[in-house]
């Protein structure tokens, strides 16, 4: 019997089988004159400024599981409140508390000099002198062979190339988080590296490490770029020995939250559009490009969006997430808490790549809801950012979330000079330009007072997703 398309079709459908394509996300003009107005009226602010300052002047450096951690989440607590919030919050996290205590290094013998580094988050304590042991790259002290640095000290020497889009950190978190393993398998009694860096100052970068299973940790520490510089040419002049001192080290276990705030929508509240930072940051500096500035034009964003006589459909909720820098462990915590209302996250996007103005956005959203991220992309399009299909991902305490299903945005930021001050002493509020920081406010504003404005959503379903990185 010969079956007619549209008979098999309406029968496909009886059953159940066959369902019909989602209906197209767009966003109202209405939504569209008032995100535009909001534009120029965050552009015009410097509220994103000013929270940032107050985070980094009144609580500074943010270690996770400090005393200072504990306070910056008491004063984001009382900034939500006090920037007109219609409800705060705080949602528990816990994790491995690492301290740092000292650290201290000198080139021994005949060329003896100081050198300056900073222990890498994660390293035991430890005192060695031993001789130095040069790498060119991690795939070279990954190919050593096993016993052959006995007694020695590990030197990966790799240089961090300078983009945009922070694409030379790659491999720069890779030395820093692989290198000390492979130093362990070769036998090393201790790990130097050079800094994660794109700057020539005297200021080492730290940042996370790992150690992997079955390995016994051993001192671990990254070299100011000029100190690599310097300890490369004394290599080439023959063997050199480095003592290295840290005190540093893990501590039991610690307590801090992430802090929520929302911006209740008018007619769905219970669908919520996530944007949000980190609130924690490593100790040298006092964390304001990473991830101060994030923090405060997300809270701007929507306390902006909260003076507006126009609210937009869905909740704006900000969250200022807890320990990312020692493994998302706020993000991981979010995730887990919110899984069974993944559908009720409309769309989500991080700042946590300094101040640096926007140039590009993006959305992993489906094909259905692809006409909604134009319109936003429309509206942003006069802060001088384009609209960058297939570039971007989601930022990393959204990934947990993100990998679940939750529908993302990426906005991405100019981090040419970003990796100049990551994770230094250098990280401080004179390094964030206001003007910069107001376009990130309003941009951040548009795309979450559209995206909660939107007829439709943007694809968040429970499922296995492997996202794109940053």
């Known amino acids: 019997m010969r079956v007619v398309p549209w008979v098999l079709a309406t ?27 909001l534009r120029e009226h965050a552009l015009a602010s410097n509220l994103g400024y000013e929270i940032t300052a107050s985070l980094t002047t009144e609580v500074g450096p943010r270690l996770a599981g400090s005393e200072a951690d504990a306070r910056a989440v008491k004063w984001a607590e009382a900034k939500f409140k006090a920037l007109g919030y219609d409800k705060v919050w705080l949602e528990e996290v816990r994790f491995p508390k690492w301290e740092r205590r000292s650290e201290h290094a000198s080139v021994v013998g005949t060329n003896a000099q100081p050198l300056a580094l900073i222990a890498l988050g994660g390293s035991p304590a430890g005192t060695v002198e031993a001789e130095v042991v040069r790498f060119a790259d991690l795939a070279a002290l990954e190919a050593a062979p096993a016993g052959s640095l006995v007694g020695k000290i590990a030197f990966i020497d790799h240089r961090m190339e300078r983009a945009r889009d922070g694409a030379g950190y790659g491999m720069g978190s890779k030395v820093r988080s692989r290198g000390p ?29 790992r150690f992997d299973a079955g390995l016994t940790p051993v ?17 080439a002049l ?8 840290l005190d540093c080290g893990w501590n039991g276990e610690a307590v801090s939250h992430n802090v929520v705030g929302e911006i209740r929508g008018k007619s769905k509240p219970q669908e919520v559009v996530l944007i949000g ?22 809270m701007a964003a929507g306390a902006l969006i909260g003076q507006m006589r126009q609210r937009p459909a869905r909740t704006i909720r900000v969250v200022a997430f807890a320990n990312e820098e020692q493994g998302l462990y706020g993000g991981k915590a979010y995730a887990a808490t919110h899984v069974n209302d993944i559908r009720k996250h409309q769309l989500a996007a991080e700042s946590d790549f300094g101040a640096g103005r926007i140039y590009a956005f993006r959305s992993g959203a489906p094909e259905y809801a692809q006409g909604a991220v134009k319109q936003i992309a429309e509206v942003l399009a006069p802060l001088g950012i384009a609209h ?44 964030i330009d206001p003007r910069a920081l107001a376009q990130n406010v309003a941009a951040y504003a548009v795309f979450a007072y559209l995206a909660a404005s939107a007829d439709g959503d943007f694809g968040s379903d429970l499922k296995a997703v492997k996202p794109p990185q940053e």
């Open 277 to 298: 930072g980190h609130l924690d940051s490593w100790d040298p500096g006092t964390g304001a490009i990473d991830d101060g500035a994030g923090v405060g034009l997300t």
């Open 181 to 209: 393993s492979a130093a362990i398998r070769a036998g090393a009694a201790a790990y130097l590296m050079r800094s994660a860096g794109t700057d020539s100052h005297r200021n080492p970068h730290t940042g996370i490490t």
């Open 11 to 37: 029968s496909l459908l009886a059953a159940g089988t066959l369902q019909a394509a989602p209906r197209a996300t767009a966003i109202p003009d209405k939504a569209v004159a008032a995100a535009t107005q």
């Open 388 to 431: 960058t299909p297939g570039e971007g991902g989601p930022g990393p305490d959204i990934s947990p979330f993100a990998e679940r299903g939750m529908a993302w945005a990426s906005l991405r930021q100019d981090g040419t000079d970003y990796f100049d001050y990551h994770h230094t002493p250098d990280d401080t509020l004179d390094k």
């Open 238 to 245: 023959g063997p050199v020995r480095v003592r290295m001192a």
């Open 219 to 235: 001192p671990s520490a990254a070299l100011a770029t000029p100190d690599a510089d310097q300890l490369t040419r004394l290599l």
